[in-house]
């Protein structure tokens, strides 16, 4: 079995991006109706919260230190979400309720990437946002932050490394990170992070295929793909190419909307199981869709990193749109979470139900298969250049290992397998160097570090074979007719 991976920085040409920044997990579907409707309140059991409470006063009262009231109750409230095991459920205080609001409509200003705790340690959950400084820099998921600007993380909460993190426009952060064996360290410019969820443009080769790169589910991802598809239309587009790769999913009625448009009112886009296991279905209609279909022909790209609301619109697609998936199998994110505030400004993330395909299929922790399948190039899951020396002849170590791996996948002719920084090694980067008209050093600074990666960049996005096979699909399907 191929050993599971994701799409490294090199892919924000291709717009990799998440919904959530720096605060929590990542992939979720957030929801209000459905759990209005089909959850009852439940009473208060106070016999269950006497140990609770006893141990609260307990601490107030005869702690011999200072006691923070609102940091103990949060924490109380912390460790019960934590105790469920499932790491789409999450209590959030103020500063991290508003983190996740924002995430789903305008801007804020930091790094751009989704940040959760793994064994301690902040982790990055999902790939970076598209054209963040996160992206640029080579930030990917699973990456483990271990030090910013020079002080560790371990220990630290969420919240405090994420207020390091964070901050104004134009400010320089830098990070300390792990990626499996390898350790290095990465400077950032913060910037502000527009959340723009839909990206469109007629096909470069054929101008009669629209390409649409959908990066997440945000509170107006609907009426952008509306007007991505009619502006692409009206370019001369009569078929589609919708990529999720790498979309980690976001809200429910929106991709809801939006899968409804690509099929007939009456068919089914997703089903639903509740705790007591009642079951319930939502289908396509033009209420749900304002009567905007979209009736050309289209594929669906997807990857690792497509998940929840992502894996929604792909089984919709395939299983009552009859449309083709391209790609990798997806993560496999088979629940719904709701977001309800808890009357103070806080928020708890809760699994609540089970999602299914329209066949009925619950592909939680399994994923959904493709109808073809397609992936990157070996060289794309490559790791960026380290930034924290300059790489020289005589050097050896991993990050020599994945600087002559880069050089090789660019043609140069140094041994890929080799973690020394060789004579043939020096060479390569002298002639990176001339044809980019940067000093002839032959040793890798910042500078010519950025200008390996962008050719990388720029070499996968020529080899995107999903991509390549979606096109020919839709000019064999055109063709045919």
């Known amino acids: 079995m191929k050993e599971k991976r994701q799409v490294p920085y090199y892919q924000y040409i291709i717009s990799i991006l998440c919904v959530a920044f720096l605060v929590g997990s990542g992939s979720y579907i957030y929801f209000d109706h459905q759990y209005k409707k089909q959850l009852a309140d439940r009473p208060m059991q106070s016999s269950e919260l006497k140990k609770v409470d006893a141990l609260y006063n307990e601490i107030v009262t005869n702690y011999v230190g200072k006691v923070d009231e609102e940091k103990l109750v949060d924490g109380a409230l912390k460790g019960m979400t934590e105790a469920l095991d499932d790491p789409y459920s999450s209590y959030l205080n103020e500063p991290e309720a508003d983190e996740l609001d924002q995430s789903l409509s305008g801007s804020f200003e930091g790094i751009g990437a989704t940040m959760t705790m793994t064994d301690e340690l902040p982790t990055v959950a999902q790939a970076p946002i598209d054209g963040s400084p996160a992206a640029k820099a080579g930030i990917k998921a699973n990456d483990q932050i271990i030090k910013v600007d020079d002080e560790e993380t371990k220990g630290k909460t969420l919240t405090e490394v994420v207020s390091k993190i964070r901050g104004k426009k134009g400010t320089e952060?830098?990070?300390?990170?792990?990626?499996?064996?390898?350790?290095?360290?990465?400077?950032l410019?913060?910037?502000?992070?527009?959340?723009?969820?839909?990206?469109g443009e007629p096909d470069a080769k054929d101008k009669t295929i629209g390409s649409i790169k959908i990066s997440s589910f945000g509170e107006n991802t609907y009426q952008e793909l509306k007007d991505t598809i009619i502006s692409l239309r009206k370019d001369g587009a009569t078929s589609f190419v919708i990529d999720l790769r790498q979309n980690p999913g976001g809200l429910l009625d929106q991709v809801e909307q939006m899968a409804s448009m690509f099929l007939e009112d009456g068919q089914t886009i997703v089903?639903?199981?509740d705790k007591q296991g009642n079951t319930s279905e939502d289908t396509a209609?033009?209420?749900?869709?304002?009567g905007f279909k979209v009736k050309e022909p289209t594929v669906v790209l997807v990857d690792e990193g497509s998940a929840s609301a992502s894996e929604i619109f792909a089984a919709a697609l395939k299983e009552s749109g009859n449309k083709k998936i391209i790609g990798m199998k997806t993560f496999g994110k088979g629940t719904v979470q709701s977001v309800k505030n808890l009357n103070d400004k806080s928020e708890i993330k809760l699994t609540v139900m089970k999602w299914l395909t329209p066949k009925g299929e619950w592909i939680h922790e399994k994923g959904l298969e493709p109808t073809i399948k397609a992936d990157y190039p070996d060289y794309a899951y490559l790791a960026p250049i380290s930034r924290d020396k300059t790489l020289k002849i005589g050097d050896s170590s991993s990050v020599v290992k994945n600087l002559n791996a880069l050089l090789k996948a660019l043609g140069y002719e140094v041994n890929a397998e080799s973690s020394d920084f060789s004579e043939e090694t020096k060479n390569a980067v002298a002639a990176v160097q001339t044809e980019n008209s940067l000093p002839v050093t032959g040793e890798v600074d910042n500078e010519t570090a950025d200008h390996i990666e962008k050719e990388v960049a720029k070499k996968i996005v020529e080899n995107d074979q999903a991509y390549d096979l979606g096109i020919k699909e839709l000019q064999e399907e055109r063709n045919k007719n």
């Open 285 to 290: 209609s033009s209420e749900l869709d304002d």
């Open 173 to 187: 952060v830098r990070l300390t990170i792990t990626r499996g064996s390898e350790t290095f360290e990465l400077k």
């Open 189 to 199: 410019k913060r910037d502000t992070i527009p959340i723009e969820t839909v990206k």
């Open 271 to 273: 089903k639903f199981e």
